[in-house]
């Protein structure tokens, strides 16, 4: 099972950018589909990003659409989101998960990544 290791949460202001990053180190990243979810106080987990194994599949939660980019690093084994213009709602503890690619199964849900980061912790304030 791929280790997750994330870091680049904190505490920024409405309008504010933060980094996230996620490293999995293992030589097999590139067989990896990656995906972002957060989770706030007293909500279910919700999908933020994904990304494939190329990176050159994306998709987004509509609610962070043109504001938040995934990025990865496969030399790097590391993946990122690039969050821009950040709202008091994007508060939330952000998750990075892997899943195979060679598993099927709705890259949206939560249920479909079998490994998942110690989770870091953003907070927005107005």
């Known amino acids: 099972q791929v280790q997750l290791v994330e870091s680049g949460g904190g505490l920024v202001q409405a309008g504010g950018s933060l980094t996230l990053s996620c490293a999995a180190p293992?030589?097999?990243?590139?067989?990896?589909?990656m995906g972002w979810f957060r989770q706030a106080p007293g909500k279910e987990r919700e999908f933020v990003a994904y990304l494939y194994w190329n990176g050159g599949t994306t998709d987004y939660a509509d609610s962070v659409k043109g504001r938040f980019t995934a990025s990865r690093d496969n030399a790097k084994s590391t993946v990122y989101l690039q969050m821009n213009s950040l709202k008091p709602e994007d508060t939330a503890i952000y998750y990075c998960?892997?899943?195979?690619?060679?598993?099927?199964?709705?890259?949206?849900?939560?249920?479909?990544?079998?490994?998942w980061g110690q989770g870091t912790q953003v907070t927005v304030s107005s």
């Open positions: 293992t030589r097999t990243f590139s067989s990896y589909a």
């Open positions: 998960a892997a899943r195979s690619i060679f598993v099927d199964g709705d890259l949206r849900s939560p249920r479909s990544f079998s490994a």
